[in-house]
């Protein structure tokens, strides 16, 4: 059969397909360049002409796509003529005799394998190999590896020692390789991992529990619990507020009385263990003769009580309760004792609202008061030396006990300053403005036990009649009296004393008086058969007299 013309004229090398099978000439010997490991160690160098790897073991050549070679005998490779595959040109093949090209030689015709710069040679399998599947590199005739000198390398160029290089005898490199880990380091990491997978759960859940926290306290969902102190003991100290109601508390009781045409509410507190009670005497006036009066107790007992006796001069009355046990009087003190400034305390009944404690001070002693007076006739009007407190005291407090540190009764609250009713103490009821007042318990003691013992109280009197229109410093004896006769009584303390119509006094032990009212409260401050020492002006000259107090029957 004829064999095809080539296009252009015959390869002088006679390379196939166009010419015969040239005369293949051995390669030279396996050349071993020198490698450089990554991290910069030289590799020893095998031995010139080193051992080639076993017949058909793959050889790695990095980054270098592997050249497939003719099959022995010249045959064309299965996929092509040798050398025609992309990017990957055929490596010239040298003539027979082994001698390589010079650099930049002549490239063989189109279709021929020619060479590749930057492509070293691959080395080849020896004879009988077994070739490598998909394209790998089989072996060249006899069995030899082909070479190709690379200019500037050991061994490139013509005349220059050749080196054996054997791709399959290089060790094998990995870049950057680190040395394996120990079990040590490696149980390390794991607690370094470990920590840190707990601290940042640990912040994950703050940062969510206060989160939720805040909002659950601006929002509220679900049932809310609150702190509360744990449960402690009643007892308080004595001398505190709360020790001093807690032992006065079970002797005040509150007072309802009504009558035919009034009723009111009023405080008081117990005397002794046969059920006497002291009060104010307007608290108790609505039931008059034939009205009802009600005790309620501060443990919630109630009683009826009936009327002892009463004094509207004094402003105090007495009532008895019957067939009620377990009573608790409170102890009285001693009001010439008391000093501003002293701590006290006031129980009562302040609108109808029992067992109301309140605390203060004595702001002042021995304050003229007078109250009452709504009969016009002087009959109802109350003098008292009082003592000035500024705890509160309201309507409905009248009657209760003034306490001191101590617990015991030191006066009996009676009157206020209201702010509504300047004029008249304890007329209003806009309720206290740090004015009120309380009758000395010296003076309370006394009353109630003649009220108790005879029904009613005793005045001490001076004998004369007062001009209550005097507008001068002092207390002027009127020139007449009631009825038309003198207004120093015949045979009275004051005619024995020789004071005279006219005659003003200033001065009662030493303490100035201003006004008749202020005259009388200091009388009524004392008790009958007491020695007073006055000052009296009598046409402009000042004179001392001592007098006895006289009595006069309050009813």
């Given at each position: ?6 296009l252009?004229?015959?390869d ?5 397909p166009?010419?015969e ?56 490779p ?31 015709p189109h ?11 691959q ?7 077994a ?7 089989g072996?060249g ?6 070479a ?18 054997d ?15 120990t ?33 659950l ?23 505190s ?19 035919d ?25 609505p039931?008059?003769t ?7 107790f ?20 007495v ?16 009001s010439?004792?008391?000093?501003v400034?002293?701590?006290v305390?006031a ?20 304050r003229?008061i007078?109250?009452?007076?709504e ?18 005291i309201?309507?409905?407090n ?35 403005i ?8 010296n ?17 001490p ?21 009631r009825n ?25 032990d030493?303490?100035?008086v201003?006004s008749?009212d ?24 000042d004179r001392?007299?001592?007098l ?8």
């Amino acid at each position: 059969m004829e064999r095809p013309r080539p296009l252009h004229d015959p390869d002088p090398y006679s390379t196939p397909p166009y010419g015969e099978p040239g005369p293949w000439a051995p390669a030279p010997p396996v050349q071993h360049p020198a490698a450089t490991p990554a991290h910069g160690t030289q590799l020893p160098q095998p031995p010139h002409g080193g051992t080639t790897p076993p017949h058909g073991t793959p050889g790695p050549a990095p980054h270098l796509p592997q050249q497939p070679q003719p099959l022995h005998g010249g045959a064309t490779p299965p996929h092509g003529t040798p050398g025609s595959g992309p990017h990957l040109p055929q490596q010239p093949q040298p003539p027979h005799g082994g001698a390589t090209p010079p650099h930049g030689g002549a490239t063989p015709p189109h279709g021929t394998p020619g060479s590749g710069p930057h492509l070293p040679q691959q080395s080849q399998q020896p004879h009988g190999g077994a070739t490598p599947p998909h394209g790998t590199p089989g072996p060249g005739p006899h069995g030899a590896s082909q070479a190709m000198s690379v200019p500037g390398q050991p061994g490139g160029g013509q005349g220059a020692p050749r080196q054996a290089y054997d791709p399959w005898n290089v060790p094998l490199q990995q870049v950057g390789s680190l040395p394996p880990e120990t079990r040590e380091k490696r149980e390390k990491r794991g607690r370094r991992v470990l920590f840190i997978g707990v601290a940042v759960i640990a912040l994950l859940s703050g940062l969510i529990g206060g989160a939720t926290g805040a909002y659950l306290e601006r929002n509220g969902t679900g049932d809310v619990e609150l702190r509360q102190a744990d449960a402690e003991s009643a007892d308080r100290p004595k001398g505190s507020v709360a020790g001093i109601a807690s032992a006065t508390l079970p002797g005040v009781v509150t007072l309802h009385v009504s009558g035919d045409s009034a009723q009111g509410t009023g405080t008081g507190f117990v005397l002794d263990g046969k059920g006497h009670i002291l009060t104010n005497n307007h608290v108790v006036e609505p039931a008059g003769t034939g009205g009802e009066v009600s005790v309620a107790f501060s443990g919630g007992e109630t009683a009826k009580a009936e009327v002892v006796g009463r004094d509207s001069g004094y402003d105090l009355a007495v009532v008895k309760v019957s067939g009620v046990r377990g009573l608790k009087p409170l102890p009285l003190g001693n009001s010439e004792n008391v000093q501003v400034g002293d701590a006290v305390v006031a129980i009562g009944a302040p609108f109808d609202l029992e067992n109301t404690v309140t605390s203060g001070i004595i702001s002042a002693k021995e304050r003229p008061i007078t109250a009452g007076g709504e009969k016009g006739d002087g009959s109802d009007i109350s003098y008292v030396d009082a003592l000035q407190t500024d705890a509160p005291i309201n309507p409905g407090n009248s009657g209760g006990p003034l306490v001191d540190s101590k617990a015991r009764v030191i006066g009996i609250n009676s009157a206020i300053r209201s702010a509504d009713d300047s004029s008249e103490p304890g007329g209003g009821q806009a309720g206290s403005i740090g004015l009120g007042f309380a009758i000395p318990i010296n003076q309370g003691k006394r009353v109630a036990e003649e009220l108790i013992n005879f029904g009613k109280a005793t005045h001490p009197v001076i004998g004369v009649t007062l001009d209550t229109e005097y507008n001068g410093d002092g207390a002027r004896i009127a020139d007449k009296g009631r009825n038309g006769g003198s207004s120093v009584n015949e045979n009275g303390p004051g005619d024995k004393a020789g004071l005279k119509p006219g005659d003003v006094i200033t001065e009662v032990d030493g303490r100035a008086v201003h006004s008749s009212d202020e005259l009388i409260v200091k009388v009524r401050a004392h008790r009958p058969k007491d020695r007073l020492r006055l000052t009296v002006e009598r046409d402009g000259d000042d004179r001392e007299v001592t007098l006895v107090l006289g009595s006069a029957s309050s009813g």
